[in-house]
């Protein structure tokens, strides 16, 4: 069973940064697993704000994050990022870590075909 365990969110002002980790217990079936970043504030509906496919060439984001976040990924280290610059307060939300294996790449945006989900961080940004 693939556990993934994210970690880094906190609470900062308008305009910091904070990175975001999430951890696999995938050994290598880690690289086999599309990922993604998923946030959900409540009364939302879930949102990938960021994806990026098992060898890391393809990546997608969202345009509410895109030239302010970047995730990358290690597959000898089964561990994925997601470094959010220049938050803002509407990036407040819970952070999920989220994976499906053998995704298709068409899918990465679709919050519904992951499979796999952290416990989530929460990500709380001030004004």
């Known amino acids: 069973q693939v556990q993934l365990v994210e970690s880094g969110g906190g609470l900062v002002q308008t305009g910091d940064s904070l990175r975001l980790s999430c951890a696999a217990s995938?050994?290598?079936?880690?690289?086999?697993?599309?990922m993604a970043w998923v946030r959900q504030v409540p009364g939302k509906e879930r949102e990938v704000v960021a994806a990026i496919s098992f060898s890391g060439e393809n990546t997608y984001y969202a345009d509410s994050v895109k030239d302010r976040f970047s995730i990358s990924r290690d597959n000898a280290k089964n561990t994925m990022w997601l470094q959010m610059n220049s938050l803002k307060p509407e990036d407040t939300a819970v952070y999920y870590c989220?994976?499906?294996?053998?995704?298709?790449?068409?899918?990465?945006?679709?919050?519904?075909?992951?499979?796999?989900w952290g416990q989530g961080t929460q990500v709380t940004v001030s004004s």
């Open positions: 995938a050994g290598r079936a880690f690289t086999v697993l599309g």
């Open positions: 989220a994976g499906k294996p053998f995704q298709v790449w068409g899918d990465s945006r679709l919050a519904g075909k992951y499979d796999l």
